[in-house]
Structure formats: C-alpha cells, structure tokens
C-alpha cells in the first residue's frame, strides 16, 4: 500500500467515503426524470448562495462559461477591457476574449500570488469595464483594495472563485463580496461535480434574474425568448451530486488546511518558497503550491520517488499564443513569470493520510539535500 505513488489529487478516495450517499441522490433524481432546471438545482442554488453568503446563486454548465455570462449579463463585449491576473488558468482571460473584449493582463502580487492591487489602478483606461481577481490556489485576492479602485472607476468586480470554494476574507467568503462571483464544480476543484458544471453567485436581483435567462436561451417561458441567450444550464444529476458534496465541503477544507500546516512544518527551512497565507484571509488549498528554484528537476526527481506533482501554472497567460498575438513580451509580467517558472504542486486533498504526507515531506527534504550538499563549492579550491 505504501509502495503506491502519492497521487496528486485523489478523487476515488473521496468517493468512497460518500459513495451511498451520492449514489442515492443520484438514483432519486432519475426515478423523477427531472432532468434540467428541476428541484435540485433550484435546492442547490439555494444552498449554495447560502454558503457563500451572497442572496443568489444560478447554475450554469461550467466555470468558463460563468465567468464569460457574468461578463455577458454585465453587459460586457467588442471594444471593452477587463482586467485579469497573469498568473492564472487560461479561462479566466479567455472567458473576456470570448465575449468579444480585450483582456488586459496584469502582473501579481509576489506574497498572495493573486492580482496586484497597486498595479491595476494604472492599468485602467476609458474602455476598462471588469476587474476579474482570481482567488488563485485557494487564497482570496485583496478584493478590499480592488473594490476601491473599481467603486473610483466605475467598473464591475467578478471574482474568479473557481478554486477557492470556501475561502474567506476577513470572515467573508469568496463568491460575496464582488459584483459577482464565479465558481467552478470542475471534478479536480474543492467542491467538485462528477462532470461538468458551474455557478455564479450575486446579491443583485437584476444580475441574477439576466444571468437566470442568459442561461436558458433567454426564456422567459417555454418558447417565449424575450432576450438572446444560449444553452449553459446546470443539470440535474451534477446538482444532485454538488448537494451531497456541499455537506463536506467545510470538512474537507479543514482537512486540507491541516494537511498544509503540516507540510509547512516539515518544509520550513529547506531552500523552499512554501505557500504564505495572509493575515484575514482563509487559504483552502485548492493547490498547495511551492515555488521551487530548479522545479523540473525536483519534478522529475519527486516521480522516481513515487510522489506525484503538478504544475500550476507552466506558463503565464500573457505569454500563451493567443495572447501574444496582442503584443505582450516576455519581460513584461516579471512576477507572474518568476512564478510560473517555479511553481510546483505537492498532492493535496481532503483525505491525504499522514503517512502519505510524511512520504511527500522527506521526499522533497531528501531531494533538497542533496541538491544544497551539490551545489556546496568544494573545500581549498
Ligand atoms: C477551473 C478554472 C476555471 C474554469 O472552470 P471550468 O469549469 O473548467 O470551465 C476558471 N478559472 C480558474 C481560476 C480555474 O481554476
């Protein structure tokens, strides 16, 4: 059992800590046959908005197209900017690109890893219509600072909530305290479905009443189209699922947090950059990730030790192709590039067993060692 490799995210192994329950919920939702817009996602949306503490939740068939509706419902296209971190996953920028706007790449804070508040006041122009922070890794970004900006340039704040279920900042949760908030239920994510589905949640009526037609081909009622809209709902069977899941989500992020604790413990000291979790916001670990100097190296070495890893992420967004057709260099985000040079994620998951983060931890140590004892010039030279 012990031989088996570490694995970075473990999904099999939270299935069958709720595998009866999942399994009910998913046989009471066919013997109904409600199979879209019926009583679960109704329940789940409810329970959902709840959790997060935002007055509305609306269900809809993935994180990306919940960034790009929010943006639709904001009213958000050709000729607009918005504002996205380097440092994230491509979605994010391609969610703006997707509408038809420019997305405007800015460079992150090095301590959070997440948007630069200092950095997007002067990226502002007359075109600028969104701010989108991402709250990456788990860890919220400084929505405090950039709603302050954005309240001065009258411009929406949609956060990017897809990895960060159950964060807090300043005792309120990711998902609240933006003009929307966008979650992803991508299988991998913290509060994950078992296929595709996502959510944006608001304390607007007007927003969430959009987003609600938005979703369902603008219907008001059947066949009766009274805006353009397109097919991106939530189903039934996911939200059934997502229900059973959002009983354990405050559990399994405590899980996780432990496990962080404990791997900060028995890192500290050894050549690397652990994760820093600032004062007032509550990290839930999407990714534990370090920032390590010779990554692929480490990478490799950590496979033949039988520890899995991964990278998140390898490249910025503005040096993706698509956005260098836009005309950014490298150079040009230094922080987001020193990051995605060195990042590497360790396994994290909810039911990761001591014995297996003892396994991650002397892994990485021993590695490291050896490296510091190499790279050590030699006595009387
Ligand atoms: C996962 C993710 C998305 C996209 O979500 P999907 O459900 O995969 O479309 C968007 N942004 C971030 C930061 C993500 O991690």
Redesign the pocket.
């Known amino acids: 059992m012990t031989d088996l490799p570490v694995p970075l995210v473990d999904l099999r192994a939270q299935f069958q800590v709720i595998r009866d329950e999942v399994l009910h919920a998913i046989a009471v939702a066919l013997d109904s046959m409600r199979l879209t817009l019926g009583p679960n996602v109704q329940a789940f949306e409810e329970e959902f908005a709840a959790y997060c503490g935002a007055r509305y939740c609306v269900g809809v068939g ?6 790009s509706l929010a943006l639709w419902a904001c009213g958000v296209g050709a000729g607009d900017e918005v504002i996205v971190p380097a440092h ?2 491509i ?2 920028a391609a ?1 703006v690109s997707l509408v038809g706007a420019r997305p405007v790449i800015v460079d992150i804070e090095a301590a959070s890893r997440c948007l630069d508040p200092e950095l997007v006041e002067a990226a502002i122009t007359e075109r600028t219509r969104a701010i989108i922070p ?3 890794h788990g860890q919220m970004a400084d929505l405090d600072a950039i709603l302050v900006i954005a309240r001065r340039h009258d411009v929406v704040v949609i956060e ?1 909530a ?2 960060a279920h159950g964060a807090e900042l300043r005792g309120r949760r990711a998902g609240s305290i933006g003009d929307l908030g ?1 979650f ?3 299988c991998s ?1 913290n509060l994950g479905a078992y296929g ?3 959510a944006i949640t608001t304390s607007d009526e007007s927003l969430a009443e959009r987003l609600r037609l938005l979703r369902n081909h603008g219907s008001a009622a059947q066949y009766e189209h009274v805006r353009l809209g397109t097919n991106s709902r939530l189903d039934e069977i996911q939200a059934a699922v997502l229900r059973v899941k959002l009983r354990h989500l405050d559990s399994w992020n405590a899980a996780r947090r432990e496990h962080a604790a404990s791997l900060n413990r028995l890192l500290a000291g050894r050549g690397l950059e652990l994760p820093l979790e600032a004062p007032e916001r509550k990290h839930v670990y ?1 990714h534990y990730a370090v920032l390590a100097s010779e990554r692929d190296m480490l990478r490799e070495a950590l496979q033949d030790a039988g520890v899995q890893s991964g990278v998140h992420y390898s490249k910025p967004v503005h040096l993706q192709p698509p956005y260098r057709e836009l005309g950014y260099q490298p150079g040009d985000r230094p922080v987001a590039e020193r990051v995605t040079a060195r990042v590497l994620s360790l396994p994290m998951y909810a039911e990761l067993r001591e014995d297996q983060i003892r396994r991650v931890a002397a892994a990485v140590t021993g590695l490291m060692q050896t490296k510091v004892r190499a790279s050590q010039p030699r006595r009387g030279r």
């Open positions: 993935s994180g990306t197209d919940a960034l994230t996953f979605a994010t969610a991402v709250h990456i990017d897809a990895q966008c992803s239920f991508y994510k595709e589905a996502g999407h």
